[in-house]
């Protein structure tokens, strides 16, 4: 057995804030330390009383004066697409056809997607991501791939093969039958290996034939268990393209309904521009509509309704995601910086403790995985991210008129990104640390 004592500031969400002041929210130690066996939290309080607990001869690693947080999730992201960010186009399917598709056609090189899945986990381990939702591409080689490299880090990841037969080059094009084939050999191969979850992937309704969206419908109902992730509102030539591929449907969102595809554990990156009815349909199966400010800025798709969504009558499950390559940063960080920015466009407000309760736990629940991820509580995965509000000189400077956990929330939101990242752990196991050595 392996124990290991981290001190530090730490802070950890119950639920999810009702104000700037709700302080029941969340437990907030200003000398506090977690104790970690075997890769598992045993104990999280003040430091004393966890180092009262502590074996005798534990080894002890002292992050004051930093903040320990849980690992930050991010749920809507694009393995394949590291090389196609900063792409310079007019909109989504300006961007797709002429940078995303190509690039992803090179997936189908076992040697370039391992190198990619390299670079991958590195960014997300140097800014403090220890959990992802990700999509590789049509190819079982970058699944396979990527989950390697998560099994070899130890990682908590959810990724799935995409599925798509139309619209695209031929070199990014399965078959119903192929996407079916592969995908349960994904599940067969790595699902529950490790920490390593397999999500069922139609990339969204243009990509995929109604016979392929049956047979994500299969696959859905042989393995209910499964995540399942695809696009939805993004882009209004996106929402019109689709209804004319799928006349017979109410609307978009109808389009994933009538195959079974939306519940509890389905995220639909972006749903920028629901209808009431379609708001409906999430709302009462419990479905996840991902947030993904950088890429809906980026490429000028909207501005997400988020309390709009989390306020109606029938409120909407939400997420919050870097969507790299379309998202212009790997930072959760700067990621809850630009929401900040879009509910600021909205004439509303997203206060510092929304936003990383946004990015561990609400993420974590999201994920419907919040008994192993996104909170400090004994029980959970030691996957932690230690936090410097001062990295830079421009945030030492600000720093210094520093007065309340809030404004520390929000200046590490505002002014941080990857050098604000101290220590990311991943199964209590330092990682960022290790990155030139691993």
């Given at each position: 057995m392996t124990s290991t004592l981290i001190r530090g500031?730490?802070?950890?969400?119950?639920?999810?804030?009702?104000?700037i002041n709700d302080s029941a929210a969340y437990a907030y130690e200003s000398d506090g330390a977690l104790l970690v066996e075997n890769g598992v939290?045993?104990?999280?309080?003040?430091?004393?009383?966890?180092?009262?607990?502590?074996?005798e001869g534990v080894e002890e690693i002292d992050h004051r004066p930093h903040l320990i947080v849980p690992g930050f999730i991010d749920t809507h992201l694009h393995f394949p697409q590291m090389q196609v960010m900063a792409s310079y186009a007019a909109n989504l399917l300006e961007w797709l056809?002429?940078?995303?598709?190509?690039?992803?056609?090179?997936?189908?090189?076992?040697?370039h997607a391992e190198r990619i899945a390299r670079h991958f986990?590195?960014?997300?381990?140097?800014?403090?991501?220890?959990?992802?939702?990700?999509?590789?591409?049509?190819?079982?080689?970058?699944?396979?791939?990527f989950f390697a490299e998560s099994l070899r880090r130890g990682t908590c990841m959810v990724a799935g093969k995409v599925m798509m037969d139309r619209n695209a080059p031929q070199g990014l094009l399965d078959t119903p039958e192929m996407s079916y084939d592969e995908t349960r050999a994904v599940i067969a191969d790595w699902h529950g290996r490790g920490r390593n979850h397999v999500a069922?992937?139609?990339?969204?309704?243009?990509?995929?034939?109604?016979?392929?969206?049956?047979?994500?419908?299969?696959?859905?109902?042989?393995?209910?268990?499964?995540?399942?992730?695809t696009h939805l509102s993004e882009?209004?030539?996106?929402?019109?393209?689709?209804?004319?591929?799928?006349?017979?449907?109410?609307?978009?969102?109808?389009?994933?309904?009538?195959?079974?595809?939306?519940?509890?554990?389905?995220?639909?990156?972006?749903?920028?521009?629901?209808?009431?009815?379609?708001?409906d349909a999430m709302s009462e199966t419990g479905s996840v509509a991902v947030f993904c400010p950088?890429?809906?800025?980026?490429?000028?798709?909207?501005l997400f309704p988020l309390h709009d969504l989390t306020r109606r009558a029938k409120p909407v499950r939400v997420a919050v995601a870097s969507d790299i390559g379309g998202g212009t940063s790997y930072s959760m960080l700067k990621t809850l910086d630009e929401a900040y920015k879009v509910v600021q466009l909205q004439?509303?407000?997203?206060?510092?403790?929304?936003?990383?309760?946004?990015?561990?736990?609400g993420n974590a629940e999201a994920l419907s995985l919040e008994n192993r991820i996104g909170t400090l509580e004994p029980g959970s995965d030691a996957d932690l991210t230690v936090l410097d509000m001062a990295a830079t000189p421009a945030m030492a400077l600000r720093a210094e008129v520093v007065n309340s956990l809030a404004d520390e929330l929000f200046l590490l939101q505002t002014m941080g990104d990857d050098r604000s990242i101290v220590e990311t752990y991943v199964a209590g196991k330092p990682a960022k640390s290790t990155l030139d050595i691993a």
């Open positions: 500031r730490t802070l950890s969400f119950n639920r999810a804030p009702e104000s939290i045993k104990a999280c309080g003040p430091y004393a009383t966890v180092n009262t607990a502590a074996p056809n002429t940078y995303t598709f190509p690039e992803e056609c090179r997936f189908v090189e076992t040697a986990f590195d960014e997300m381990v140097r800014h403090g991501t220890t959990t992802a939702t990700a999509y590789c591409s049509v190819h079982k080689a970058s699944v396979d791939a069922i992937t139609p990339r969204f309704a243009i990509t995929s034939t109604p016979e392929q969206m049956e047979a994500a419908k299969s696959l859905v109902r042989e393995f209910p268990d499964l995540h399942v992730q882009n209004r030539d996106e929402i019109a393209f689709t209804c004319e591929l799928y006349p017979e449907a109410k609307d978009y969102t109808d389009v994933y309904a009538r195959y079974g595809l939306l519940g509890r554990k389905s995220l639909f990156g972006h749903c920028i521009h629901l209808s009431e009815r379609e708001a950088t890429s809906n800025l980026f490429l000028g798709s909207g004439g509303e407000r997203l206060n510092p403790f929304d936003s990383f309760y946004m990015m561990t736990r």
